[in-house]
């Protein structure tokens, strides 16, 4: 994954993150600050998901936050 992109912004996405998966607390978000590996980890805790598709969602989300910018 590439963590700079969210990393590198986290402050600037944190509100669109806690827009996709709101069912994650502040305290996730602010312990996350930006490490992906984190946040695919409390998804998969949070939604009962597969590893893969919380790292999937992540992925996803960094896809988005690209195409937002151009």
Known sequence: MNKDIIAGN????????????????DDVFDVAEGDSEYLAGKL??????????????????ERSLKSDRH
């Open 44 to 61: 998969q805790e949070r939604y009962g998901w597969e590893r893969d598709r919380a790292e999937t969602e992540v992925k996803e989300f």
């Open 10 to 25: 986290w402050k600037q996405i944190k509100g669109q993150a806690k827009a996709k998966w709101g069912d994650l607390t």
